[in-house]
C-alpha cells in the first residue's frame, strides 16, 4: 500500500473485529481508499474507492494503515441491512470485554460521537438507514446475537427487552441475563454452541436457571435455528408475555 492509502469498509470491520454479515473468504478483496485527488487502486484482489480526509480518522492497527472504527462501518453503509448495521453499532458502542471477535484495542466510540460523525457526514449513500439503526442501536450488547434477537423480538411486535439486565435476590447477585422484562420477569436468553459444548458453562446456565425460577422468573431459551424459523419462539414469548400481564392486572 502506498502512504496515502488505508483500508476501509468491510476490510475495516473485519480489522477492528466487528461483525459483517458475510463470512470471510480469501478471495475477498481487499477494500483500499484514497484522498479524492488521487486514483483509487486498481487490480486483483483490491477494490479502490475515494473518501475525503474530514471523514475518518486515520489509525495505524495491527502494522495496517486503517479508517477508525466508526468510519469502518459507515463506509460500509451500502452493504448492510438495518439489522446488519444495528448489531454493527451495538458491537461499536459496546464496553463488553467478552464481545466475540472484537479487539478490545479499538478506540471506544459513544453515541453522541457517531452522532456527530454523522452530522459532519451529511448525505452519503446508506445514510437513512445508518441514522434509523443509531436510534436502534444499544450499549452493553454482548454479542450479534443479542442484538439480531432483540430486533427479532420487536419485529415480532413485542415490546423492547432490557439488555444484560442484572437479578438480584435481596443484595446477592444471582446472574445477568441476555434480555429481559423485568417488570414480568421474563428472561430471554440466546445460547450459542458454547452453551452446548462447554461443561462448565452448561452446569453454571442449569443453576442459574434453577435460581431465577425459584425468584419467579420464566426462562426462554433460542438458539440459531429461533432465528431462521422464529415463529415458534414468538409464539411461546407472547404467551408467556401475555400470561404475566394478565396475572399483572
Keep these: 500500500m502506498l502512504p496515502a492509502q488505508m483500508f476501509v469498509g468491510r476490510t475495516a470491520m473485519r480489522l477492528w473485529g466487528l461483525p459483517h454479515p458475510e463470512q470471510w473468504n480469501t478471495s475477498e478483496p481487499l477494500h483500499v481508499c484514497v484522498m479524492p485527488n488521487a486514483a483509487p487502486p486498481r487490480g486483483s484482489g483490491v477494490k479502490g474507492r475515494r473518501l475525503a480526509p474530514h471523514r475518518a480518522q486515520r489509525l495505524i492497527f495491527r502494522g495496517a494503515l486503517v479508517v477508525d472504527p466508526i ?85 415480532g411486535g413485542l415490546p423492547e427487552p432490557v439488555v444484560q439486565w442484572e437479578v438480584f435476590d435481596g443484595m446477592r447477585f444471582v446472574g445477568r441475563v441476555d434480555l429481559a422484562y423485568p417488570e414480568s420477569k421474563i428472561a430471554i436468553e440466546y445460547d450459542g454452541d458454547g452453551h452446548r459444548t462447554d461443561k462448565e458453562q452448561w452446569r453454571r446456565d442449569i443453576r442459574r436457571q434453577r435460581e431465577l425460577e425459584r425468584l419467579g422468573w420464566i426462562v426462554i431459551h433460542l438458539t440459531e435455528s429461533d432465528l431462521e424459523d422464529p415463529a415458534a419462539f414468538l409464539m411461546h414469548l407472547r404467551r408467556a408475555h401475555s400470561a404475566r400481564l394478565t396475572a399483572g392486572a
Excluded at 457526514?121 to 446508506?126: A, K, S
Aim: proline share 5%; aromatic share 4%.
Design 71 to 155: 468510519a469502518a462501518v459507515l463506509t460500509s453503509a451500502p452493504e448492510l441491512t438495518l439489522v446488519q448495521t444495528v448489531t454493527a453499532f451495538d458491537a461499536l458502542l459496546t464496553s463488553a470485554d467478552n464481545y466475540p471477535g472484537i479487539h478490545t484495542a479499538r478506540p471506544m466510540a459513544t453515541r453522541e460521537e457517531v452522532q456527530g460523525r454523522l452530522d459532519e457526514w451529511g448525505r452519503f449513500t446508506g445514510c437513512a438507514t445508518i441514522r434509523t439503526a443509531l436510534g436502534l442501536a444499544r450499549e452493553g450488547v454482548e454479542s450479534p446475537k443479542e442484538s439480531e434477537t432483540r430486533l427479532l423480538i420487536m419485529t
